[in-house]
């Protein structure tokens, strides 16, 4: 069992940076891949960045490609989404979540994912 929470979001200027923190509350948390997805009103969850467990390996939408970064320090038992050159479009509830099984590599599906925390607004505006 795995519970996420997620902390840092917040209102930003475009072209601003945020970093957002999930916290794993639960010792295994260092064994399992991490992600991160975004929903805006009225659309569809959609993958934002995955990490695997170790941190070694990450995968990211075409749309956050070199503006966004995930990490993990798992002696902390946190993963982090560093967000720079925000834009507008980037404004969203931001969700963290785990996958459902130790150990793979970075998954962009939202059905591999079994744990997921409660979210944190994004907002980006001028």
């Known amino acids: 069992q795995v519970l996420l929470v997620e902390s840092g979001g917040g209102l930003v200027q475009p072209g601003g940076s945020l970093r957002l923190s999930c916290a794993g509350l639960?010792?295994?948390?260092?064994?399992?891949?991490m992600g991160w997805f975004r929903q805006a009103p009225g659309k569809e969850r959609e993958f934002v960045v995955a990490?695997?467990?170790?941190?070694?390996?990450?995968d990211h939408a075409d749309s956050v490609e070199g503006r966004f970064t995930c990490s993990r320090d798992n002696a902390k038992n946190t993963a982090y989404l560093q967000m720079n050159s925000l834009k507008p479009e980037d404004t969203a509830v931001y969700f963290c979540?785990?996958?459902?099984?130790?150990?793979?590599?970075?998954?962009?599906?939202?059905?591999?994912?079994?744990?997921w925390g409660q979210g944190t607004q994004v907002t980006v505006s001028s």
């Open positions: 639960g010792s295994t948390f260092s064994r399992y891949s």
């Open positions: 990490i695997n467990w170790s941190g070694s390996t990450t």
């Open positions: 979540a785990a996958v459902g099984r130790p150990g793979g590599g970075p998954e962009k599906s939202l059905s591999a994912y079994h744990y």
